[in-house]
């Protein structure tokens, strides 16, 4: 089992910048992917961004991959989302989540955290 947890969420400005932290705790060295994921209110959820432990590869979303970075932090054991250049359409709920199998978005994302506000306007 394994848990993410978020922080960093927040208001923000139109053109401003945000950095969102996860967290994973429980199994981790089965961790396969962890990924950034969105939803605003009416849409789907999206996936945003991604980073595997496995080979520290990373992929951005092209909609947001300009404006956004995702890494791993060593020192605080957290997978960050830099969001830069914040748009008003950026607005939603951002969802980290742990793959235990690979770093697919059409694979099982088996762990969710609780998920995190992001609000620019």
């Not at 396969?32 to 980073?51: D, H, I, N, S, T």
Request: charge should be neutral; hydrophobic fraction near 35%; glycine fraction near 10%.
């Amino acid at each position: 089992h394994v848990q993410p947890v978020e922080s960093g969420g927040g208001s923000v400005q139109p053109g401003g910048s945000l950095g969102l932290s996860c967290a994973a705790s429980g199994y981790t060295d089965g961790i396969r992917c962890m990924g950034w994921f969105r939803q605003a209110p009416g849409k789907l959820r999206e996936g945003v961004a991604r980073y595997s432990p496995v080979d520290s590869s990373t992929y951005i979303d092209a909609s947001v991959k300009e404006r956004f970075a995702i890494s791993q932090d060593n020192a605080k054991n957290t997978v960050d989302l830099q969001m830069n250049s914040l748009k008003p359409e950026d607005t939603a709920m951002y969802y980290c989540a742990a793959n235990m199998v690979s770093c697919s978005w059409l694979s099982t994302w088996a762990y969710w955290g609780q998920g995190t506000q992001v609000t620019v306007s």
